[in-house]
């Protein structure tokens, strides 16, 4: 009988014993020590030409800028080149068991944010590029990133392949628990960072635990009242945001004429009331204590960079009780055009369920919104999130070794546990083993795969110098 089109689809039940084998199987087809291979692919495109074909669909002028700060290191380089990884990630081997994938796990798209139970958690925080994928792509993207950043440290050869053997080890190892855990274990599974000082205190120096704990204080004074005292400040009475072009451009700075700003303030009231209807009924309630006093465009992240992102200045019962919101544009995942398109016509939804599904516990005002005509006059999608809330993140230059490797433990079982949320858990953990055959052909492949990111920051370099794409440096 042909099933409707609006009735679920059947969902199948393997037993424990199905999936070991089904594993078992994976492995059998696409051997472990594959995963090690890493040559680039006979008609490999451009990686200059990749991120131009990006840059067509972002603020002309803010593109300088993300080609800027690419060039700082090849280690921001790697952050922004999500595109062109997904590209060679197409070309290597997949064991054919899939997950929500982030798409953009590289370490610095880890880090501490406040749960809605305000506690301190490490986990995920960067969905742009999430979709539905092969788990390897994310664990390749981690491990190359902890080598590369190795490297920019400049480690022993040795320590860092330690690194990268740890952070994958931990994976593979977390992997294992989650497989042996209930369906509601693994859904409440999370890392508070009180608990993880606990347990991994006595393994650090005490200088690094120190800077650790300071760190976490720091992170702990970032959130709208913070934001509040550092981007804003009243005007004729009224809270305002401060302009810093081309980082942060207040709306009034963009449109000609207070008739044309007051248009399009009113239009933004009527994006937020639809942003609002993506929220939880409670989380409604809440949004509706606050009012929309400023709005600006604000540049942010490295790969993000040239896409549109702004942030909301509300106001709630008076002002010493703001809410600043961050509206980021969700463009198509870079994932998208080898796996195939999202089954969701939004792009920010697609980003806020990947979200949803892979971090133990989510921003209260995480949600989404399409505007039909933007100030360019083409539609695009967006999602919403505060824009600071406890948030922090590793300083990787500051890191000794042990320090990194630790580090790369935290990400290798926080991503373990977002794959375990949505993926077989039980397939991967039985096509991994428990021996390390897999985390040594990982190491392999990040060595390959850091040469050719080495190779591609050269090819950036050489495209600025001669002229044929231009970067703003400093900002």
């Known amino acids: 009988m042909a099933r409707a089109k609006d009735q679920p689809a059947e969902v199948a039940h393997l037993t424990v014993a199905e999936r070991v084998a089904r594993g078992k ?41 993300r080609y800027g700060r690419m060039l700082v290191s090849p280690f921001t380089f790697y952050r922004g080149a999500a595109m062109i990884m997904a590209s060679d990630l197409s070309h290597t081997p997949r064991s054919g068991l899939t997950v929500q994938c982030c798409g953009d796990a590289h370490l610095s798209n880890f880090g501490v944010f406040a749960s ?75 890392l508070e960072i009180e608990k993880v000082l606990e347990e991994v205190g006595d393994q650090l120096q005490p200088a690094a635990v120190k800077r650790t704990e300071k760190q976490l204080a720091k992170a702990q004074t970032k959130d709208s009242m913070a934001a509040f005292s550092k981007l804003a400040k009243v005007v004729d009475g009224h809270a305002r945001i401060v302009g810093e072009p081309p980082l942060i451009v207040p709306i009034s700075e963009l449109v000609e004429g207070p008739d044309a700003a007051e248009e399009i303030f ?95 516990a989510s ?11 933007g100030m360019d006059g083409q539609e695009r999608d967006f999602y919403g999130r ?9 300083e990787i230059d500051q890191m000794v070794p042990e320090g990194l490797s630790a580090y790369g433990k935290l990400c290798g079982w926080t991503l373990a546990r977002a794959h375990a949320r949505s993926g077989d858990r039980i397939a991967i953990s039985s096509y991994l083993g428990k021996g390390n055959s897999f985390d040594r052909a990982i ?24 002229g044929r794409i231009t970067a703003e440096t400093g900002l």
């Open 25 to 65: 199987a994976a492995r059998t087809e696409v051997p472990r020590r594959s995963h090690g291979e890493y040559t680039p692919a006979a008609h490999r495109p451009d990686p200059i030409e990749l991120l131009e074909r990006q840059a067509e669909s972002r603020v002309p002028e803010l593109v300088p800028i």
């Open 116 to 190: 809605p139970e305000r506690r301190l958690m490490f986990d995920l925080n960067d969905f742009d590029e999430t979709l539905p994928g092969p788990w390897e792509w994310d664990v390749k993207r981690l491990a190359a990133s902890m080598l590369i950043a190795a490297r920019h440290n400049a480690y022993k050869p040795k320590v860092q392949e330690q690194i990268v053997l740890d952070t994958v080890e931990s994976y593979r190892t977390a992997m294992a628990d989650f497989a042996g855990r209930t369906n509601l274990d693994v859904w409440y599974a999370r």
């Open 266 to 360: 009113e239009g933004l009231h009527e994006l937020l009331r639809t942003y609002r209807a993506s929220l939880d009924f409670d989380r409604r309630v809440l949004l509706e204590e606050y009012r929309l006093e400023d709005f600006a465009r604000k540049v942010v992240g490295v790969g993000s960079v040239g896409t549109r992102a702004w942030i909301a200045l509300m106001l709630g019962r008076d002002g010493r009780d703001p809410l600043f919101l961050q509206m980021k544009e969700a463009q198509a995942s870079v994932l998208e055009e080898f796996l195939g398109p999202s089954e969701f016509s939004n792009h920010g939804e697609r980003v806020v369920v990947g979200q949803r599904l892979m971090q133990a």
């Open 363 to 373: 921003d209260i005002f995480l949600g989404w919104l399409h505007v039909d005509s």
């Open 386 to 394: 505060q824009l600071k809330d406890w948030k922090g993140s590793a």
């Open 443 to 466: 190491v392999e492949f990040s060595k390959a795969y850091a040469e050719q990111n080495e190779q591609d920051y050269s090819a950036l370099q050489a495209a600025v110098a001669s």
